[in-house]
């Protein structure tokens, strides 16, 4: 069973940066959608970036122009910049690969942003 891990979590000041990394455990065939989302306490899981096939990434509102997804489908790994970091960013973070019909998810890596 492939498991994706993340990577890049942790307390952040208002202001600043965090990188998320996710890497998956082994080779993924057919994979459709790579992306990250985010549950805050009390909140619904919501998407926060998403890369589907060769499209360009599509973005929450809240993290358009803040936030930057990347991808490698060959090394299966997807990445999440993000920038001027806001308390309300606060949140599990959930690394997602849709292989065919099959979701994966990472075991999630919390964001705290407070000063």
């Known amino acids: 069973q492939v498991q994706l891990v993340e990577s890049g979590g942790g307390l952040v000041q208002p202001g600043g940066s965090l990188r998320l990394s996710c890497a998956a455990s082994?080779?993924?065939?057919?994979?459709?959608?790579m992306g990250w989302f985010r549950q805050a306490p009390g909140s619904q899981r919501e998407p926060v970036a998403l890369?589907?096939?060769?499209?360009?990434?599509k973005y929450a509102e809240s993290a358009k122009d803040r936030f930057t997804i990347a991808s490698d489908n060959a090394k299966n790994t997807v990445s999440l910049q993000m920038n001027s970091l806001k308390a309300e960013d606060t949140a599990v973070y959930y690394c997602?690969?849709?292989?065919?019909?099959?979701?994966?998810w990472g075991q999630g890596v919390q964001v705290i942003v407070s000063s």
């Open positions: 997602y690969i849709l292989a065919g019909a099959r979701p994966l």
């Open positions: 082994g080779s993924i065939d057919g994979i459709s959608i």
């Open positions: 890369i589907v096939g060769s499209e360009s990434p």
